[in-house]
Nanobody, 120 residues
Framework: QAQLVESGGGLVQAGGSLRLSCSAS????????MGWYRQAPGKQREWVAT???????NYADSVKGRFTISRDNAKNTVWLQMNSLKPEDTAVYYC??????????????WGQGTQVTVSS
C-alpha cells in the first residue's frame, strides 16, 4: 500500500499564505490524479482541487483564484499553494492520489491530514 504524508499546515492570519505538500511512497507504479480535500469542524469533507497526471487542474469555486495545485510526477509529490487565506479556509486538509501499484492494483490513497487554521 502506498503512503501519503502531508506537511505544511499551521496557523496564519487572514490574508496570509501557506503551502501544503504531500508525498507518496511505497509500491507505486504510477499515479493518475492527485488532489486535495478539506474538512472543517462539524462539516462534511469537501473537494478543494485536483490535478491530472498531465497537469490539468480543477478547483472548487470557493478557492478558485486563491489556491494553486501543482505536482512533480518524478517525485510523486503534490503541492497546494494557498494565498489570500480566509477564516473559512480553516480545516484539516487531506491529499489523495489515484495509485497504480506495481502489482497493477488500482486504489485511492489518502493522507493523514494537516491542520490549517486561519485567524481573523
Amino acid at each position: 500500500q502506498a503512503q501519503l504524508v502531508e506537511s505544511g499546515g499551521g496557523l496564519v492570519q487572514a490574508g496570509g499564505s501557506l503551502r501544503l505538500s504531500c508525498s507518496a511512497s511505497g509500491s507505486i507504479l504510477s499515479i493518475n490524479g492527485m488532489g486535495w480535500y478539506r474538512q472543517a469542524p462539524g462539516k462534511q469533507r469537501e473537494w478543494v482541487a485536483t490535478i491530472t497526471g498531465g497537469g490539468y487542474t480543477n478547483y472548487a469555486d470557493s478557492v478558485k483564484g486563491r489556491f494553486t495545485i501543482s505536482r512533480d510526477n518524478a517525485k510523486n509529490t503534490v503541492w497546494l499553494q494557498m494565498n489570500s487565506l480566509k477564516p473559512e479556509d480553516t480545516a484539516v486538509y487531506y491529499c489523495t492520489a489515484e495509485i497504480i501499484a506495481v502489482s497493477r492494483a488500482r486504489y485511492d490513497a489518502w493522507g493523514q491530514g494537516t491542520q490549517v487554521t486561519v485567524s481573523s
